[in-house]
Protein backbone atom coordinates (compact mmCIF):
# COMPACT_ATOMS: atom_id res chain seq x y z
CA UNK A 1 0.00 0.00 0.00
CA UNK A 2 1.40 3.47 -0.57
CA UNK A 3 -0.53 6.78 0.31
CA UNK A 4 0.97 9.67 -0.92
CA UNK A 5 1.11 12.38 2.29
CA UNK A 6 3.44 14.41 0.49
CA UNK A 7 1.25 16.37 -1.64
CA UNK A 8 3.48 19.71 -0.88
CA UNK A 9 6.94 18.50 -1.75
CA UNK A 10 9.20 18.12 -4.18
CA UNK A 11 10.98 14.79 -4.72
CA UNK A 12 14.67 14.72 -5.45
CA UNK A 13 16.99 12.39 -6.22
CA UNK A 14 20.80 11.68 -5.43
CA UNK A 15 23.67 8.92 -5.93
CA UNK A 16 25.33 8.35 -1.99
CA UNK A 17 28.02 6.75 -2.68
CA UNK A 18 25.94 4.23 -4.79
CA UNK A 19 23.07 4.29 -2.83
CA UNK A 20 20.18 5.98 -4.68
CA UNK A 21 18.72 8.49 -1.97
CA UNK A 22 15.47 10.48 -2.18
CA UNK A 23 14.65 13.81 -0.31
CA UNK A 24 11.77 15.17 0.00
CA UNK A 25 11.76 18.95 -0.35
CA UNK A 26 9.69 22.20 0.14
CA UNK A 27 9.67 25.90 0.99
CA UNK A 28 11.90 28.30 -0.44
CA UNK A 29 15.22 27.63 -1.64
CA UNK A 30 16.71 30.66 0.20
CA UNK A 31 15.10 29.83 3.26
CA UNK A 32 16.53 28.47 6.15
CA UNK A 33 17.29 24.32 6.07
CA UNK A 34 15.67 21.82 8.41
CA UNK A 35 15.92 18.92 7.77
CA UNK A 36 14.43 16.10 9.17
CA UNK A 37 15.29 12.60 9.72
CA UNK A 38 13.03 10.14 10.16
CA UNK A 39 12.36 7.08 12.91
CA UNK A 40 12.13 3.11 11.87
CA UNK A 41 8.65 3.67 9.84
CA UNK A 42 7.71 5.66 6.65
CA UNK A 43 4.44 4.99 6.48
CA UNK A 44 2.40 7.85 8.14
CA UNK A 45 4.07 10.49 6.04
CA UNK A 46 5.28 13.63 6.25
CA UNK A 47 2.06 15.85 6.70
CA UNK A 48 2.88 17.24 10.13
CA UNK A 49 6.40 18.92 8.31
CA UNK A 50 4.13 20.82 5.76
CA UNK A 51 3.46 23.89 8.08
CA UNK A 52 7.39 24.30 8.50
CA UNK A 53 7.88 25.06 4.67
CA UNK A 54 6.60 28.39 5.15
CA UNK A 55 9.68 29.66 7.26
CA UNK A 56 12.20 27.18 6.39
CA UNK A 57 13.01 24.75 3.22
CA UNK A 58 12.16 21.80 4.81
CA UNK A 59 14.73 18.32 3.10
CA UNK A 60 13.73 15.03 4.54
CA UNK A 61 15.72 12.32 3.45
CA UNK A 62 14.50 8.66 3.04
CA UNK A 63 17.45 6.73 5.27
CA UNK A 64 19.12 4.17 3.18
CA UNK A 65 16.79 0.85 3.57
CA UNK A 66 14.08 3.22 4.01
CA UNK A 67 10.67 4.39 2.37
CA UNK A 68 11.65 5.02 -1.25
CA UNK A 69 15.91 4.82 -0.99
CA UNK A 70 18.02 2.21 -1.76
CA UNK A 71 20.29 0.25 0.31
CA UNK A 72 23.52 0.12 1.71
CA UNK A 73 25.50 -3.03 1.43
CA UNK A 74 27.32 -4.36 4.00
CA UNK A 75 25.00 -2.17 6.29
CA UNK A 76 26.50 -2.64 10.00
CA UNK A 77 25.15 0.42 11.87
CA UNK A 78 24.56 3.85 12.65
CA UNK A 79 27.49 5.03 11.96
CA UNK A 80 27.07 3.96 8.55
CA UNK A 81 24.17 6.32 8.25
CA UNK A 82 26.15 8.95 9.52
CA UNK A 83 28.35 9.07 6.69
CA UNK A 84 25.79 8.54 4.76
CA UNK A 85 24.30 11.99 5.55
CA UNK A 86 28.09 13.62 5.51
CA UNK A 87 28.04 13.09 1.61
CA UNK A 88 24.40 14.01 1.20
CA UNK A 89 24.77 17.02 3.12
CA UNK A 90 27.94 17.72 1.01
CA UNK A 91 25.73 17.35 -2.30
CA UNK A 92 23.03 19.58 -0.99
CA UNK A 93 25.46 22.57 0.08
CA UNK A 94 24.95 22.00 3.70
CA UNK A 95 27.81 23.23 5.20
CA UNK A 96 26.64 25.46 8.23
CA UNK A 97 23.50 26.89 9.54
CA UNK A 98 21.62 24.03 9.65
CA UNK A 99 18.11 23.29 11.33
CA UNK A 100 18.57 19.17 12.33
CA UNK A 101 15.50 17.67 13.54
CA UNK A 102 15.58 13.98 14.53
CA UNK A 103 12.50 11.47 15.70
CA UNK A 104 13.13 8.28 17.43
CA UNK A 105 15.69 6.32 15.32
CA UNK A 106 16.55 9.53 13.11
CA UNK A 107 16.97 11.34 16.64
CA UNK A 108 20.13 9.13 17.30
CA UNK A 109 21.33 9.56 14.29
CA UNK A 110 21.33 13.01 14.48
CA UNK A 111 23.03 13.20 17.70
CA UNK A 112 25.63 11.05 16.42
CA UNK A 113 26.04 12.94 13.29
CA UNK A 114 25.84 16.32 15.57
CA UNK A 115 29.19 14.78 17.25
CA UNK A 116 30.85 14.81 14.52
CA UNK A 117 29.52 17.45 12.55
CA UNK A 118 27.98 20.12 14.56
CA UNK A 119 29.84 22.92 13.06
CA UNK A 120 27.45 22.30 10.14
CA UNK A 121 24.14 22.86 12.18
CA UNK A 122 23.15 25.89 13.93
CA UNK A 123 20.20 24.18 16.16
CA UNK A 124 19.34 20.45 16.99
CA UNK A 125 15.84 19.02 18.25
CA UNK A 126 15.67 15.62 19.25
CA UNK A 127 12.22 14.04 19.14
CA UNK A 128 11.64 10.94 21.10
CA UNK A 129 14.92 9.66 20.47
CA UNK A 130 15.87 6.49 20.51
CA UNK A 131 19.61 4.96 21.47
CA UNK A 132 19.98 6.13 24.98
CA UNK A 133 20.33 3.56 27.95
CA UNK A 134 19.29 4.56 31.59
CA UNK A 135 19.27 3.19 34.97
CA UNK A 136 15.90 2.91 36.20
CA UNK A 137 14.02 3.55 33.07
CA UNK A 138 12.58 0.49 31.40
CA UNK A 139 12.40 0.35 27.40
CA UNK A 140 10.07 -2.49 25.61
CA UNK A 141 12.55 -4.29 23.00
CA UNK A 142 10.89 -2.91 19.91
CA UNK A 143 11.46 -6.34 18.19
CA UNK A 144 9.76 -8.31 20.58
CA UNK A 145 6.45 -5.90 20.34
CA UNK A 146 3.67 -8.56 18.63
CA UNK A 147 3.09 -6.41 15.31
CA UNK A 148 -0.75 -6.16 15.73
CA UNK A 149 0.14 -3.87 18.94
CA UNK A 150 2.62 -1.84 17.67
CA UNK A 151 0.60 0.59 15.82
CA UNK A 152 -1.30 1.16 18.96
CA UNK A 153 2.11 2.01 20.68
CA UNK A 154 2.82 4.77 18.81
CA UNK A 155 -0.20 7.22 19.11
CA UNK A 156 -1.85 8.83 21.77
CA UNK A 157 -5.37 8.24 19.77
CA UNK A 158 -5.51 5.63 17.27
CA UNK A 159 -7.54 7.63 14.75
CA UNK A 160 -4.32 9.46 14.50
CA UNK A 161 -3.19 6.87 12.56
CA UNK A 162 -5.37 4.85 10.93
CA UNK A 163 -5.78 6.53 8.04
CA UNK A 164 -2.30 5.52 7.13
CA UNK A 165 -2.88 1.24 7.98
CA UNK A 166 -4.00 -0.14 5.51
CA UNK A 167 -7.89 -1.67 5.35
CA UNK A 168 -6.83 -5.08 4.42
CA UNK A 169 -4.87 -7.32 6.80
CA UNK A 170 -3.08 -9.28 4.22
CA UNK A 171 -1.78 -5.94 2.11
CA UNK A 172 1.55 -7.02 0.34
CA UNK A 173 3.00 -3.95 -0.23
CA UNK A 174 2.60 -2.59 2.93
CA UNK A 175 3.98 -5.89 4.64
CA UNK A 176 6.75 -6.10 2.20
CA UNK A 177 7.22 -2.17 3.06
CA UNK A 178 7.59 -2.73 6.86
CA UNK A 179 9.60 -5.77 6.47
CA UNK A 180 12.58 -4.20 4.40
CA UNK A 181 12.02 -1.29 7.01
CA UNK A 182 12.47 -3.61 10.34
CA UNK A 183 15.42 -5.47 8.97
CA UNK A 184 17.52 -2.61 8.50
CA UNK A 185 16.42 -1.26 11.78
CA UNK A 186 17.60 -4.60 13.02
CA UNK A 187 21.09 -4.65 11.33
CA UNK A 188 21.96 -1.78 13.35
CA UNK A 189 19.88 -2.26 16.72
CA UNK A 190 19.25 -5.88 16.98
CA UNK A 191 22.39 -6.53 18.96
CA UNK A 192 22.87 -3.22 20.35
CA UNK A 193 19.82 -1.20 21.02
CA UNK A 194 21.87 1.36 23.04
CA UNK A 195 24.44 3.09 21.68
CA UNK A 196 27.71 3.22 23.71
CA UNK A 197 28.95 6.60 21.86
CA UNK A 198 26.42 9.17 23.51
CA UNK A 199 27.16 9.31 26.87
CA UNK A 200 31.03 9.45 26.49
CA UNK A 201 30.25 12.57 23.86
CA UNK A 202 26.88 14.00 23.61
CA UNK A 203 28.87 16.65 25.29
CA UNK A 204 30.68 18.13 22.69
CA UNK A 205 27.16 18.95 20.46
CA UNK A 206 27.36 22.48 22.51
CA UNK A 207 24.90 23.80 19.76
CA UNK A 208 21.25 24.94 21.13
CA UNK A 209 19.28 21.71 21.43
CA UNK A 210 15.67 21.04 22.21
CA UNK A 211 14.19 17.74 23.50
CA UNK A 212 10.63 17.07 22.21
CA UNK A 213 8.96 14.20 23.76
CA UNK A 214 5.08 13.15 24.38
CA UNK A 215 3.78 12.60 27.24
CA UNK A 216 2.16 9.38 26.55
CA UNK A 217 4.71 8.00 24.55
CA UNK A 218 4.71 4.18 25.39
CA UNK A 219 7.60 2.67 22.93
CA UNK A 220 10.41 5.18 23.90
CA UNK A 221 9.55 6.62 27.68
CA UNK A 222 9.46 10.30 27.88
CA UNK A 223 11.32 9.42 31.61
CA UNK A 224 14.70 9.49 29.35
CA UNK A 225 14.27 13.19 28.27
CA UNK A 226 16.19 14.20 31.88
CA UNK A 227 19.09 11.92 30.84
CA UNK A 228 19.54 13.30 26.96
CA UNK A 229 19.30 16.95 28.78
CA UNK A 230 22.13 16.05 31.13
CA UNK A 231 24.51 15.45 28.45
CA UNK A 232 23.96 18.02 26.62
CA UNK A 233 25.71 20.89 27.58
CA UNK A 234 22.76 23.85 26.14
CA UNK A 235 19.74 21.17 26.00
CA UNK A 236 16.27 22.24 27.16
CA UNK A 237 13.26 19.70 27.27
CA UNK A 238 9.55 20.23 26.30
CA UNK A 239 7.00 17.21 27.09
CA UNK A 240 3.51 17.62 25.51
CA UNK A 241 0.17 16.09 26.76
CA UNK A 242 -2.30 14.33 24.61
CA UNK A 243 0.52 12.85 22.32
CA UNK A 244 2.06 9.41 22.24
CA UNK A 245 5.39 8.45 20.25
CA UNK A 246 4.69 10.16 17.03
CA UNK A 247 4.25 13.26 18.95
CA UNK A 248 4.68 15.81 15.88
CA UNK A 249 2.12 14.43 14.50
CA UNK A 250 -0.91 14.34 17.66
CA UNK A 251 0.45 18.17 18.97
CA UNK A 252 0.40 20.80 16.67
CA UNK A 253 1.97 22.85 20.06
CA UNK A 254 5.01 20.47 19.39
CA UNK A 255 5.34 21.54 15.77
CA UNK A 256 4.99 25.00 16.82
CA UNK A 257 7.62 24.52 19.51
CA UNK A 258 10.33 23.01 16.89
CA UNK A 259 9.84 25.90 14.00
CA UNK A 260 9.82 28.50 16.95
CA UNK A 261 13.24 27.19 18.11
CA UNK A 262 14.83 26.56 14.87
CA UNK A 263 13.68 30.32 13.95
CA UNK A 264 15.17 32.11 17.30
CA UNK A 265 17.74 34.57 16.76
CA UNK A 266 21.36 33.37 18.32
Known amino acids: ?29 AAPALVFLHGAGTFHGWGF ?31 DIVLHYVDLFDQLGLTSDVNLVGFSLGGLIAARFAIE ?12 PAGLRVPGVDVDDLFRIPPEELAGRLVHRMETIEPFLPTDPHDVDFIVDRYRETRTTAIMMW ?15 DIPTLV ?13 APAWVGLLPSATSALFPHAGHLVLDESAAAREAVA ?4 APD
Not at 260 to 263: D, L, S, T
Open 1 to 29: MSIDTSLAFDRLTFDVNGVPTVVLAAGAE
Open 49 to 79: AEEWSSQFRVLIPYHPGYGESGDIEGLRDVY
Open 117 to 128: QKHRLRRLVLVA
Open 191 to 205: EQPYDRVLPRWLGRV
Open 212 to 224: VWGEDDRLVPPEL
Open 260 to 263: RFCA
